[in-house]
Structures are given as structure tokens and as C-alpha cells.
């Protein structure tokens, strides 16, 4: 498998960083085709190697796996119209409406791309003021026909345009660690407007990256994270001008120096050739081993660690004050009433039919080995997580 992975970082070079394909890679890029692109395809990345395949001149035998590249091409360009489109008008209506945002996440960090669509995202993530959160969601819904769906959450309200298109419509980007939180609360300390008399504002560059670390961290902890994430850092670090000095700050600030130093050595292997160590090797295999947002293996090791199915099921059962409070914001500071939140989260499982999901969560948690926890622990402890 290491020629493989080998390869295909090789082929995202191509595509992303314009690095020429040797005829070693091009031979191995047309033997190992399928495999190639289910690994790909599990971080949502397939359309890279279908690019990088078309520069470098290379065919796919197989016409079946021929067609699927060709297909994520199509709908990765297909997104970024519909998101690019959708972001294009919800920036307008906040303009004309006097309405301070700032886009985020994907919408910021494809423009370092060498083509926007290159950078996939299922979604639009833009951040608004708190007490402009409501009458910003009614004007998306009057003047631009989105609907709303579920209630508020932690830190978004999730609304749909007619086409299907996602918006996460932030009121603040805090991930309910209170460790990176600290910072993250302060978002709008950091932001400025694009351009004088904007209402569009834009990250500074240490709190872009910083932000992209921190919310790496989240996923990490919680059971992986795509490749895609070491991608973005990998030019956030290399095409963004960034005073180190406020950076580091940050970090120090938020105890993630020891994971923001590993991730960016494991972007680096992949994407500059640098050399392994043994903990980039684990942490490699760690985030090999998931998808987009971790595989259900990594995501149960992450919550184990290793509990017992007992404990783990008590744990399941009877969500904690913490964790129901960011299903339900309205339960902070009225912990008395953790029974009948407790009881109504039930009914909302039972109403959803989500008990089927419950019941494969515990057979999973039954087939994670105590190696595959002990790992993920002592992975946790090298980067600081834990």
C-alpha cells in the first residue's frame, strides 16, 4: 500500500502543485487506476486525479473507471458554480441589507487553488453577527427563496436555497472546546472589511490558518479528517503572507503548538517529499484510515478509548449536560431540566429512526480493538489532545 499512497500524493502534486509526473508514477497511476480512485474518492478528492490524469496525458484502461473520473470532475464543477452562484447572491443581499459577514472555511481558501473548483465543499459556511442572525435568515428566505431546516444549533442555523444549495449560516465558529474556543469567540476581532464601506469583511491571515488548525483539531480528536484539510493548510502556510509571531501566539495561547507542528511536518511529507518520523506515520495511518470526516472505526475509537460496551452504551444513552447543550442551546444554564431534555432527545431518535443507527454504533464499538484505541490514545497524547 505505500507505493500506492506514494502515487497518489504524487498525482495531487501534479494537479495541485503542477509537479510533472514521472513514468514510474504514470505506469503506476494507469496499473492501480480503480484503487487510486476509491482512495481519492474517500476524501472527496477523485477530480484532482482526473485533472492531473488529462495533463499528464495519461488513459484509463477501464471504461467504467474512466467514466466515474470524468463523472467527479463534472460534479465537483458543478458544486462550485452552484456554491459560487448562491455565495454571489447572499453576499449581494447582505451588502444591499447593511449586514456585516464574513464567508469562511472553503469559500475563502479555494482562491488559493489554481482553479477554484479544485476545492470541493458540500456546503457554504458564512458567519454573522449574533443579533443580526435572525433578521438575516429572514431575508434569505423572503428575498432568496431559502428554506429553513431544524432548529438553531451550537453555532449555525442550516438553511437550503431552491437548488439544493447548503448554507451554514454562522453566528459564532466556536467548537465546544474550551481550549480553542477562547480565540475562536473572539472571531470578530480579527476580521476587517474588504474594501473600504464593505460590509463583507475577511480574516486576518494568522486567524485564517489559526482557524483552520483549530477546526482540524475538532475533527481529528473526534475520529479523522480528509486529506483535503493538509491540502488547504499546505497552501494556507505557503501562499499566505503570516507574521509568525502573532501565529504562534495563538497557538500557545490555545495549546495547539505540538498538533499545528505535526500536521503541517505530515502536509509537508506529502506535498514537499519531506521525511517521515514515527509519528507522522501514525498519524498518517490514523487519518488514511477515514473519509471526509472519519470512518465510524476512528470516530468510535475516538469516543471510547476504551469504555467497556456497558459504559459505552450508559454513555450514549445518557448524553452528558455538555454535549446535549449543543444539541440543545436552549438547555445552558437550566441544568435542572437534563431529565426532560434527556427524554425529548429520545423521542427525537425514536421519531427519526435512528435507533438502527444507535444499534450498528454499538457493534461497532464492540469490533474496535484495544490496539486500534491504544493507538488512537497515544496518537492523541503526541499531538496534545488529549
Known amino acids: 500500500m505505500k507505493k500506492e499512497i506514494n502515487t497518489l500524493f504524487a498525482i495531487i502534486r501534479c494537479a495541485v502543485l503542477g509537479e510533472t509526473m514521472s513514468e514510474a508514477v504514470k505506469q503506476e497511476a494507469v496499473r492501480e487506476a480503480e484503487l487510486l480512485y476509491k482512495m481519492a474518492r474517500h476524501h472527496d478528492m477523485a477530480h484532482l486525479l482526473d485533472y492531473a490524469y488529462k495533463v499528464s496525458g495519461i488513459s484509463v484502461p477501464d471504461e467504467k473507471i474512466a467514466f466515474e473520473f470524468i463523472k467527479q470532475n463534472a460534479v465537483s464543477v ?44 458540500c456546503d457554504i459556511d458564512v458567519l454573522v453577527h449574533e443579533p443580526d442572525l435572525d433578521r438575516a435568515e429572514n431575508l434569505l428566505i423572503e428575498k432568496l427563496g431559502y428554506s429553513s431546516k431544524g432548529k438553531r444549533g451550537y453555532h449555525d442555523i ?27 469567540e473572539n472571531v470578530w476581532d480579527y476580521a476587517k472589511p474588504k474594501t473600504d464601506g464593505s460590509f463583507e469583511h475577511v480574516l486576518t491571515p494568522e486567524f485564517l490558518l489559526f482557524q483552520h488548525i483549530a477546526h482540524m483539531s475538532y475533527h481529528v480528536s473526534g475520529g479523522g479528517c480528509s486529506l483535503r484539510y493538509f491540502l488547504d493548510l499546505y497552501l494556507l502556510e505557503n501562499k499566505l503572507e503570516i507574521d ?97 431534555y434527556q427524554v425529548r432527545r429520545w423521542g427525537r431518535i425514536l421519531k427519526n429512526r435512528r435507533y438502527k443507527n444507535a444499534s450498528d454504533e454499538i457493534q461497532a464499538n464492540n469490533s474496535v480493538s484495544k490496539e486500534n484505541t491504544d493507538e488512537f490514545s497515544r496518537l492523541l497524547e503526541r499531538l496534545k489532545l488529549k
Request: include cysteine; charged fraction near 25%.
Open 244 to 340: 509568525r509571531s502573532v501565529f504562534n501566539k495563538m497557538l500557545k495561547e490555545c495549546g495547539l503548538e505540538r498538533f499545528y507542528e505535526t500536521s503541517s511536518k505530515l502536509a509537508k511529507v506529502w506535498f514537499s517529499n519531506e521525511k517521515h518520523d514515527d509519528v507522522t506515520l501514525s498519524y498518517q495511518r490514523y487519518i488514511l484510515n477515514g473519509g471526509i470526516y472519519g470512518t465510524k472505526i476512528n470516530s468510535i475509537a475516538a469516543k471510547a478509548e476504551k469504555k467497556s460496551t456497558l459504559s459505552y452504551i450508559f454513555g450514549r444513552v445518557f448524553m452528558p449536560y455538555e454535549q446535549l447543550c449543543v444539541t440543545y442551546p436552549s438547555l445552558k444554564e437550566k441544568k435542572l431540566l437534563l431529565p426532560f
Open 158 to 184: 442550516s438553511l437550503y436555497s431552491d437548488n439544493d444549495v447548503h448554507l451554514e449560516l454562522h453566528f459564532n465558529i466556536k467548537e465546544n472546546r474550551k481550549n480553542i474556543d477562547v480565540l475562536l
Open 78 to 121: 458543478m458544486r462550485y458554480e452552484n456554491i459560487n452562484f448562491a455565495l454571489a447572491n447572499i453576499s449581494a443581499l447582505f451588502e444591499q441589507e447593511k449586514i456585516p459577514f464574513v464567508p469562511l472555511k472553503g469559500s475563502v481558501i479555494r482562491d488559493l487553488y489554481p482553479e477554484p473548483w479544485m476545492r470541493t465543499s
